[in-house]
C-alpha cells in the first residue's frame, strides 16, 4: 500500500520560514518523480516544486522560485520542501505527491509537472502567513 504522509505545516507571519516533509512508504522512491503542489479552496491545484529522478531535474513555479527550496533523500524516502520568506499568498494547503511520468532531454529525465502527472498523494499540511 502506497502512502504518502506530510508534516512541518503551521502558522507564521510573513517573512518568515517552514520546513514540510513528506515520508513515503509501499513504492520504489527512487524511480519516482516527486512534487509538492498547493490549493486553495475554490481554486485549482498548482505546482510547487518537483524533486525529479535526477539531480539536476527540480522545477520550481515561478511564484516560489528563490524562496522554496525542494529535496529528497532517497536513503529516507523522504522529500523536503524548505520554505522561506512566506508571503501572505503562499498560505494553502500543501500536498505531496508521486508519480512516473517523464520525458527524456539528452541523458536526463525531467518529470511532468502537472498534477495529473501524479498518481499518488498525501492528505496535506496547512500553512497560513499572517500579513
Known amino acids: 500500500q502506497v502512502q504518502l504522509a506530510e508534516s512541518g505545516g503551521g502558522s507564521v507571519h510573513a517573512g518568515g520560514s517552514l520546513k514540510l516533509s513528506c515520508v513515503v512508504s509501499g513504492l520504489p522512491f527512487a524511480d519516482y518523480c516527486l512534487g509538492w503542489f498547493r490549493q486553495v479552496p475554490g481554486m485549482e491545484r498548482e505546482l510547487g516544486a518537483i524533486?525529479?529522478?535526477?539531480?539536476?531535474?527540480?522545477t520550481y513555479a515561478d511564484s516560489v522560485k528563490g524562496r522554496f527550496t525542494v529535496s529528497r533523500e532517497n536513503a529516507q524516502n523522504t522529500l523536503s520542501l524548505q520554505m522561506d520568506n512566506l508571503k501572505p499568498e503562499d498560505t494553502a494547503m500543501y500536498y505531496c505527491a508521486a508519480g512516473t511520468r517523464y520525458y527524456w532531454n539528452g541523458s536526463h529525465a525531467y518529470c511532468r509537472t502537472g498534477p495529473t502527472d501524479f498518481d499518488y498523494w498525501g492528505q496535506g499540511t496547512q500553512v497560513t502567513v499572517f500579513s
Open positions: 524533486a525529479g529522478i535526477d539531480d539536476d531535474s527540480i
